[in-house]
């Protein structure tokens, strides 16, 4: 079965750049399928953040994606996030989740990692 | 750019209830790319319906959904202790490809 585990530092400065990394196991990315991150501020709902399919095609929210890069390793089975000049109103508790086919819906999703921006 | 509303903000039922969501789109929306999520606390969000009706694969027949154009409703027939949770309706557009989520309705116990 499909899963997908995020990972990257807990802790960004703002103004940095926040990075992270889904690592796929149990299906290759170069296979096929869209690949999301999605966002969700602490008691808040959930923001797509972009998506990425295994060719490096990308769709990014437009509210978002001036400061967005996604980018995919299919030699890795991984799939990466950079959100540039990060404010505290990018601490979130960030998923990776894959697209269940035909951009239909997202699942499953990986456990979610939280990055705080604070000084 | 389409919004999705969702109403109720919270629903306060009993178990055994009958719990009816609904999502409301900014313009009419395909519903093939229109989902429910189901998001327990400190857990990732899991995909109950996708393409408006159609469960997923391990989902129980008291999740069903319906709806056209504008407005989608979700409903559990029976609620479970499992099910007082925070649902989201979302949907992916493919021209220009642009996912949406509502704000969600909380499912709480009466």
């Known amino acids: 079965q499909v899963q997908l585990q995020p990972s990257g530092p807990g802790l960004v400065k703002p103004s940095e750049t926040l990075s992270l990394t889904c690592s796929v196991s149990?299906?290759?990315?170069?296979?096929?399928?869209?690949w999301g991150w999605i966002r969700q501020p602490p008691g808040k709902g959930l923001e797509w953040i972009g998506s990425i399919f295994h060719d490096g095609n990308t769709h990014y929210n437009p509210s978002l994606w001036s400061r967005v890069a996604i980018s995919v390793d299919t030699s890795k089975n991984q799939f990466s996030l950079k959100v540039d000049s990060v404010t505290a109103a990018d601490t979130a508790m960030y998923y990776c989740?894959?697209?269940?086919?035909?951009?239909?819906?997202?699942?499953?999703w990986g456990q979610g990692t939280l990055v705080t921006v604070s000084s | 750019e389409i919004v999705l509303t969702q109403s109720p903000g919270t629903l306060s039922l009993s178990p055994g209830e009958r719990a009816t969501l609904s999502c409301r789109a900014s313009q009419s929306v395909n519903s093939r790319h229109l989902a429910w999520y189901r998001q327990k606390p400190g857990q990732a969000p899991r995909l109950l319906i996708f393409a408006t009706s159609n469960r997923a694969t391990g989902i129980p027949d008291r999740f069903s959904g319906s709806g056209s154009g504008t407005d989608f409703n979700f409903t559990i027939s029976r609620l479970e202790s499992e099910d007082f949770a925070v649902y989201y309706c979302?949907?992916?557009?493919?021209?220009?490809?642009?996912?949406?989520f509502g704000q969600g309705t909380k499912v709480e116990i009466k």
């Open positions: 989740a894959k697209d269940y086919g035909d951009l239909v819906a997202f699942d499953p």
């Open positions: 979302q949907h992916y557009d493919n021209s220009p490809p642009r996912c949406t």
């Open positions: 149990g299906y290759s990315i170069s296979s096929g399928y869209f």
